[in-house]
């Protein structure tokens, strides 16, 4: 059984101090040379680990401690290596910063778990020999943390670069792996959760090409490989397995049930490991597009993600026909879950600004779209209610990141909320899980590996319409 994995975990003091421009370049130039790289993003986040997947051309796994629970962690990342050279692992916020002053659930905690080097990038704007100050800081934090090099973000010139270099290398002792300068203001187009997503950019592969150039100009790649290759081997873990070969002997007993994903630009946001615990259960997936499908097609369950259904609400708007589709589905029984974008496109209609766009209509909703955030971070839901897919009492880990928020809800018979908020925003009033017939919508983000009763419900209620739609031909 393996035991070695290559692996890295690159590291900020604090959020956009070009975490993301590295990770990518490193991933982009190491496949030009080669070596197949498994991308990891730490955190809830979809969109730097879709940029990751674009650069590494196959899927990059979000490693959540929150989410997931610790005993998850090195299992899913052993899972997932496959048979790569080298695994890329991109943290989040700064290197310390997690839920509470002891740093839980932070990028450290997740670089000791993995047993992971760590490569910090410094933003050297504005500073010189502090930066001594600030890396020799990081180093005695917490000495445990196993922090193998730097990499300078944002220098001004040779001049600026080499007191850097000299001051680093006098007082901390660690290698400086490579030096980037200012690049052009905008190269990775930002939105609210930081970068615009790799889909709706309008030229990815240039973006990707001028990341994978930097490396190459800028970094000591072979070095940073050797670190990399230097990781100390991780022992066997099957936690995750065991679960999942279980969960396989029973849903195999049960007839094959089809589950369409609504996936295109406006409904982007999924873990990998979700689409993967339902295909584990027996399921097959069909993905539909929202923008373009005229039905909602021959299923027995629709999944509807999280995304931008702002920037695609004219078009959202214009398909009628697959509204009407997903309408008659939905009282017919069919059942839906959806999340966060998900759930504004099953709402009554979209305000962005002084227009108002219809929606799908199943929830009688309007939603508006705000210029901050309405909510941001971790969430912690019960259940309460009745719903198609969790049981009362259930206790789910999720998170939610949304700039939208009611504005106006009618009144609409056999509709509820399942979920009370024991952490987070949700809908309304600390209450979220909208849910009416076989159909359930949350701004609550689920991941697989920390809740097995989403997939469990979901793939439960596609069964039972299954058989419910055969026993009426």
Not at 124 to 129: A, F, L
Not at 197 to 222: C, M, N, R
Not at 269 to 296: C, H, M, Q
Request: aromatic residues 10%; hydrophobic residues 35%.
């Amino acid at each position: 059984m393996r035991r070695r994995y290559p692996r890295i975990i690159i590291a900020g003091f604090r959020g956009g101090s070009g975490k993301t421009i590295l990770s990518l370049g490193l991933t982009a130039a190491l496949r030009k040379q080669g070596l197949t790289i498994a991308p990891f993003k730490k955190g809830p986040d979809y969109i730097d680990a879709g940029w990751l997947n674009t650069a590494a051309e196959q899927n990059c796994y979000n490693l959540d401690q929150f989410l997931t629970g610790r005993k998850r962690i090195r299992s899913s990342f052993q899972e997932h290596f496959g048979d790569a050279d080298c695994a890329i692992i991109e943290g989040n916020r700064g290197l310390y910063d997690g839920m509470d002053v002891t740093g839980t659930f932070s990028t450290a905690e997740l670089s000791k778990i993995l047993k992971a080097p760590v490569i910090l990038i410094l933003d050297c704007t504005k500073v010189t020999r502090t930066t001594g100050a600030m890396v020799y800081g990081m180093q005695r934090f917490d000495r445990t943390v196993d922090i193998k090099g730097i990499v300078l973000n944002r220098v001004a010139g040779s001049r600026h670069e080499n007191i850097i270099r000299k001051t680093i290398k006098k007082y901390c002792r660690v290698p400086v792996l490579g030096a980037i300068p200012r690049l052009p203001n905008g190269i990775l187009l930002e939105r609210h959760m930081g970068l615009t997503p790799f889909q709706e950019h309008p030229d990815k592969e240039t973006i990707i090409t001028f990341a994978s150039d930097i490396a190459e100009q800028y970094l000591d790649l072979d070095r940073i490989y050797t670190i990399a290759r230097s990781a100390p081997s991780l022992p066997s873990s099957s936690v995750r397995t065991k679960h999942a070969h279980s969960q396989s002997s029973i849903w195999n007993k049960e007839p094959r049930a089809v589950i369409g994903i609504v996936r295109d630009s406006a409904f982007q946001f999924y873990y990998p490991d979700n689409f993967e615990a339902l295909e584990k259960r027996g399921v097959r997936l069909v993905e539909i597009s929202a923008l373009r499908e005229k039905t909602v097609g021959d299923i027995d369950a629709l999944y509807i993600g999280g995304g931008f259904p702002e920037t695609h609400a004219i078009a959202l708007a214009e398909n009628t026909r697959f509204k009407k589709s997903l309408k008659r589905a939905v009282e017919n029984g069919l059942p839906v879950y959806a999340e966060c974008g998900g759930l504004i496109y099953l709402g009554k209609a979209l305000r962005l600004g002084p227009k108002t766009y219809p929606m799908a209509g199943i929830f009688p909703v309007t939603f508006s779209l705000e210029k901050i955030p309405q909510a941001h971070g971790y969430t912690v839901v019960e259940v309460k209610r009745k719903n198609p897919f969790y049981k009362r009492g259930t206790a789910l880990k999720g998170h939610e990141f949304h700039y939208s928020r009611v504005v106006k809800t009618d009144r609409k018979a056999g509709m509820q909320y399942s979920f009370v908020m024991k952490r987070g925003q949700g809908i309304s009033d600390h209450l979220d899980g909208l849910c009416y017939r076989n159909v359930l919508a949350t701004y609550t983000h689920i991941h697989a590996l920390g809740t097995d009763t989403w997939a469990d419900g979901l793939v439960r209620s596609a069964i039972q319409y299954r058989k419910t739609e055969k026993s009426k031909q």
